[in-house]
């Protein structure tokens, strides 16, 4: 699966972004969609995923009411909707992707297979 994420950007503090991810494989329905986040000196960190059939989300408590994680398969992409963001939210985000096997959302970025390469999304104070 080969995944290019796009939509990062500079925008002031309380302001939105919608961060994309279109997947290459026509199974991407069938994989758990996550994007993580890397701050410069820090460690990547978990922020979302969504399960296959969109029915559920798993997120960070930092961006818990703030960021929304959607998908279309249809359209083979999926979507994080960034809204109220914070200088803290600055960094690297990037979308990932594993098989789903039913099983519990995975919040670490080791359980995923497939990686995109991020996009930078900067929020000025």
């Known amino acids: 699966v080969q995944l290019q994420a796009s939509g990062g950007g500079l925008v002031q503090a309380g302001g939105s972004l919608r961060l994309s991810c279109a997947a290459s494989?026509?199974?991407?329905?069938?994989?758990?969609m996550g994007w993580f986040r890397q701050a410069p000196g820090k460690e990547r960190e978990f922020v979302a995923a969504?399960?296959?059939?969109?029915?559920?989300?798993l997120y960070v408590d930092s961006v818990k009411g703030r960021f929304t994680i959607s998908r279309d398969n249809a359209k083979n992409a999926v979507y994080l909707q960034m809204d109220s963001l914070k200088p803290e939210d600055t960094a690297d985000y990037y979308c990932?992707?594993?098989?789903?096997?039913?099983?519990?959302?995975?919040?670490?970025?080791?359980?995923?297979?497939?990686w995109g390469q991020g996009t930078l999304v900067t929020v000025s104070s």
């Open positions: 990932a992707a594993r098989w789903d096997t039913g099983g519990s959302i995975p919040n670490r970025g080791t359980s995923y297979d497939y």
């Open positions: 494989e026509r199974t991407f329905s069938r994989h758990v």
């Open positions: 969504i399960n296959w059939s969109g029915d559920r989300t």
